[in-house]
């Protein structure tokens, strides 16, 4: 069994935002996001649902055309295909997110 913190290692990789997977199963990915000082993120239309939350730092996003600060603590749901996208994180602390990615799953056989 292996303990993971969510704060290790969590400086800045250059100007890229750091994306690892934490945990991956049939329908549902977890990533943790490292997001550097000022970082604004390409439009994201997704194919699935994702559930965001920030565990540090700030993060002003634009979702469907309207401008959100998600600050420590904070957590949003995005359905999929709503258009969204980071416009800035915070320096000091450096914005750390958790994604869970949430694939649709078949539905069930009548049997």
């Known amino acids: 069994m292996q303990v993971f913190n969510l ?20 329908n549902l990915e977890l990533e943790r996001i490292i997001s550097p000082a000022g970082s604004r993120s390409e439009l994201f239309v997704q194919e699935q649902d994702e559930w965001v939350a920030v565990i540090q730092g700030e993060a002003l996003l634009e979702m469907a055309g309207e401008q959100l600060t ?30 869970l990615h949430i694939h649709s799953c078949p539905p069930l056989s009548s049997t």
């Open 7 to 26: 704060f290790d290692h969590a400086s800045a990789n250059g100007s890229q935002e750091r994306f690892e997977t934490l945990l991956r199963c049939p």
């Open 70 to 99: 998600l600050s420590r603590g904070d957590s949003l749901f995005i359905p999929a295909h709503t258009p969204h996208q980071v416009l800035q994180t915070s320096q000091d602390p450096l914005c750390i997110w958790l994604a």
